[in-house]
């Protein structure tokens, strides 16, 4: 059974630093992975898609990496600013299926 | 131009009623889903549908019953509404083909009294 963890729970960063939110899977067999962002009492914003056999996908000052063999995916944010601040979420789509498996979220704030 | 929309965005109402969220979607998608996220934030995939065909059925009580009307659009409807419903309901969808990214509508906060 896939099990998606997010490391850490909440981060508080000041304004221009460079930061790294991590997202954990316990079945390698994937078929894609994508992370999300949520504003409080908004819906989720697609980031990044990154497909199984793929390593990475940027996007403006985000870029995602994905190890399957180690079951990690990292969200990578340079020179963060105010309006970064969300949630950010990861999930994991496993092979064979159409279902998609939530992480727990990290709760970014960036301080002006 | 809303991709994912969805009606209401609030709803309040009393234990035992019956009551029904819409979705619909105009990016041409084949896949649709029903999502719930609960108060700690946490997102549980409940249904899905592919080509208006049940492909995902969690284990989601009985008293929920989802309904695709054509591939745009994708119902659900609670029966005996309990404390334990309220939550916020999310609708998705995804494309097929090689690129299956998912887009998510604005969400449904549904409150039982």
């Known amino acids: 059974k896939q099990e998606v963890t997010q490391i850490p729970a909440a981060l508080s960063v000041p304004e221009g630093e460079n930061l790294v939110l991590n997202c954990s899977f316990t079945?390698?067999?994937?078929?894609?992975l994508q992370w999300f962002r949520q504003d409080p009492g908004k819906g989720l914003t697609s980031l990044l898609l990154?497909?199984?056999?793929?390593r990475e996908q940027t996007s403006g000052r985000l870029n995602a990496s994905l190890d399957k063999s180690s079951g990690r995916s990292t969200l990578y944010i340079a020179a963060s600013q105010p309006g970064d601040s969300a949630t950010y979420l990861c999930?994991?789509?496993?092979?064979?299926?159409?279902?998609?498996?939530f992480g727990t979220g990290t709760r970014l704030k960036v301080l002006a | 131009d809303t991709a994912v929309s969805q009606t209401p965005k609030y709803l309040v109402t009393q234990m035992g009623n019956d009551k029904s969220i819409k979705c619909e979607q105009n990016?041409?998608?084949?896949?649709m889903y029903w999502y719930k996220q609960d108060s700690k934030k946490f997102l549980k995939i409940m249904f899905s549908?592919?080509?208006?065909?049940?492909?995902i059925n969690e284990t989601v009580p009985n008293r929920f019953s989802p309904k695709s009307p054509d591939k745009a659009h994708l119902n659900l409807h609670i029966n005996s509404l309990e404390l334990g419903d309220s939550a916020v309901y999310f609708c998705?969808?995804?494309?097929?083909?090689?690129?299956?990214?998912?887009?998510f509508g604005p969400g449904t906060r549904l409150t039982v009294l």
């Open positions: 549908y592919n080509n208006k065909e049940l492909i």
């Open positions: 998705a969808s995804k494309s097929s083909g090689d690129y299956n990214e998912q887009f």
């Open positions: 079945d390698s067999a994937i078929y894609n």
């Open positions: 990154i497909q199984s056999s793929q």
């Open positions: 990016l041409g998608h084949d896949t």
């Open positions: 999930a994991v789509a496993t092979s064979g299926t159409y279902k998609y498996i």
